[in-house]
């Protein structure tokens, strides 16, 4: 934010702009930047997705558009979601279904400004940045319900439940499991948690003790359940609700969902990338070029380890998803919070 | 300058939120009006040096208890979700009268007082940050936060018990 | 002029008589707890304002039992509504009078 910021006064010409106007510049550009890698990653993604979903079920996926592999495929997707009429069912609660795809997409496009992509690459480098992702991705849990609510269509009301449920209940295995990093770095901001972890991979937290290791995983499953999707797809199960809560969605409105659906599976391996795998810090000397490639890359082959999850395992009935979460993973997090905490004390020397 | 805008805005869009919660008709327009109200309430924390609070006011209210509401609302369905305003209580128009009068005698105060309780600016380094909000938590605070977990265990044995009571009836 | 205490202690009884309006005038048992929840959340923004204006940050940690003691009582509460709900088909208070009749 401040390179932006300070990009805009030497385009503009030093002291013509007042720093205020300059802030403001400087936030919508990021705003815009990180609404364009929220697209972007959605385009790839779906991509990714269908890909790997043909590799896993022995066909070869969309082969057609683009000269590669269907590589404009999303492309043409998206050309044809846009030309769709838009239906907004008539019994539909008119504002609330309007509002509802807006708070989705808001709420994960507010938590990417804390996720630090590379050294000083960071919208906002918030002091509680963990925190305040937690807050801003809760507001998604308000757009399902509103969605859900406004269609006044059985199948999305249930779709919307199960998702205010599910998702309420898998935040506290997720904040719980990132507990104990913060307690390793003392500090709530994105980048010192990542700088904590830099020199080496055995400085990453998810390898730092095995309650870490055990607590990155707990935070891998949880993360699954929050952006909804299998094995804990029982928001928009299709064999049983058509599509949960988007079912009466169409055209662009359906698009923010799409859009926001993967640019959440993004945010969260991102999440993963910054807080257990060391960020932009890897173990290859002399390659330092591009520490924000590193990021990506981990982040995305988390993206992929979601995918080649959601195309192996089966759906989870509703009573084991929560059963897994309240009876197994809450515990374990417990357990694992506390074990880092005195493995903190027996070997860990502080400054 | 800049922070009265800042306080007026969020500030008023906070009180209309609130408004707006205690008249509309449907539960449910009434639940995303809080919502409304509390968002604009971390903003007037952030504006009281309180980013803490600003952050939690969100994950706790927005993400977390009105999450609850709209879930309750949308289980009960059908019988809470209009009610007829006309059938108000004998209480209405005083109530009606109170929030008018106190924003109309609190403003004459403030008119009243041109110089009233500006605060010594500007706050400390780290004031409500997280570090200096859990360090009076962990230390002299210490057996109110305690008591504070025992009041939350209560909380969920109490809708716990609550909810386990229909489930062997039916 | 600049903005101080005196604001902000406006605003938290705007919003608390709002609160207040909303418990005495809703017949609905929902939007009663969410006026509650408001009248918790104006005490809330007073204890902020007042910490502010000391320069101690003790009132922060008031305000986050408030907001423990909030969650408790949404909890418990939305809880025995279902509850009522269960038995009576209905949350109004005017059709939950049977211990003054």
């Known amino acids: ?351 | ?170 | 002029m600049t903005i101080g205490l005196t604001h902000y202690l406006v605003l938290a009884t705007a919003v608390f008589l709002t609160g207040l309006s909303g418990v005495l005038v809703r017949r609905n048992s929902l939007i009663v707890l969410m006026s509650i929840e408001l009248m918790l959340c104006a005490g809330n923004i007073v204890f902020a304002a007042f910490s502010r204006w000391l320069g101690d940050a003790s009132g922060h940690v008031f305000v986050l039992m408030s907001f423990a003691v909030a969650a408790a009582e949404a909890a418990i509460g939305l809880a025995i509504l279902v509850e009522i709900h269960r038995l009576r088909r209905s949350v109004n208070l005017d059709d939950l009078k049977t211990l003054t009749e």
């Open chain 1, 1 to 351: 934010m401040e390179q932006v910021t300070a990009l805009f006064a030497r385009i503009a010409g030093a002291g013509t702009l007042s720093p205020q106007l300059l802030l403001w510049l400087g936030a919508l550009t990021m705003a815009l930047i990180m609404a364009l890698v929220m697209a972007a990653c959605a385009i790839v993604f779906t991509w990714a997705e269908r890909k790997v979903a043909g590799f896993i079920q022995s066909r070869y996926g969309p082969m057609r558009v683009g000269r590669w592999h269907g590589i404009a495929q999303p492309i043409a997707d998206m050309l044809k979601i846009l030309q769709k009429e838009d239906i907004i069912p008539a019994d539909a609660d008119r504002k609330f279904f309007i509002l509802a795809p807006f708070v989705l997409f808001i709420g994960s496009l507010m938590a990417w400004a804390a996720i630090p992509f590379a050294p000083g690459f960071v919208a906002a480098d918030l002091d509680m940045g963990l925190l305040y992702i937690f807050a801003a991705s809760s507001l998604v849990t308000i757009g399902i319900l509103m969605s859900g609510w406004a269609s006044n269509n059985k199948w999305s009301l249930y779709g919307a439940a199960r998702g205010a449920a599910q998702i309420v209940s898998y935040e506290i295995p997720l904040a719980l499991a990132v507990v104990p990093v913060v307690l390793y770095a003392g500090s709530l901001n994105m980048t010192d948690i990542v700088v904590a972890q830099q020199g080496g991979i055995w400085k990453w937290f998810a390898l730092r003790n095995p309650f870490l290791f055990v607590s990155f995983l707990i935070y891998f499953l949880a993360s699954i359940a929050e952006v909804n999707r299998t094995p804990f797809d029982l928001p928009e199960t299709e064999s049983e609700l058509v599509a949960g809560y988007h079912t009466e969605y169409s055209g662009m409105r359906f698009a923010f969902f799409f859009l926001a659906e993967y640019a959440n599976l993004f945010l969260v391996s991102c999440i993963a990338t910054a807080v257990f795998l060391g960020g932009w810090g890897h173990p290859v000397p002399g390659l330092n070029f591009a520490p924000a490639l590193v990021f990506l890359a981990k982040a995305v082959l988390l993206v992929l380890a979601q995918i080649w999850i959601r195309w192996t395992l089966p759906r989870l009935r509703v009573d084991q998803l929560m059963h897994v979460c309240w009876k197994v993973m809450i515990p374990l997090a417990l357990v694992c919070l506390a074990g880092s905490g005195v493995w903190m004390l027996a070997f860990v020397r502080f400054a």
């Open chain 2, 1 to 170: 300058m800049f922070e009265s805008v800042c306080f007026y805005l969020c500030g008023g869009l906070m009180l209309l939120g609130g408004i707006m919660t205690v008249a509309s008709r449907s539960a449910v327009a009434s639940a995303v009006w809080l919502i409304f109200a509390f968002l604009n309430a971390a903003g007037v924390y952030a504006l009281l040096s309180a980013p803490f609070l600003a952050i939690l006011q969100v994950l706790v209210y927005a993400g977390a208890i009105m999450v609850l509401f709209l879930f309750v609302i949308m289980m009960l369905h059908g019988p809470v979700m209009n009610e007829d305003l006309r059938s108000r209580s004998r209480w209405f128009w005083p109530a009606l009268a109170l929030p008018l009068a106190a924003i109309a005698g609190s403003a004459v105060t403030l008119l009243g007082r041109a110089r009233g309780g500006a605060f010594p600016a500007p706050a400390p380094h780290g004031f409500g940050r997280a570090e200096q909000v859990a360090a009076l938590l962990l230390d002299r605070y210490l057996l109110a936060f305690e008591l504070i977990s025992i009041v939350l265990l209560v909380a969920i044995i109490g809708a716990l018990s609550l909810g386990l009571r229909e489930g062997r009836r039916t």
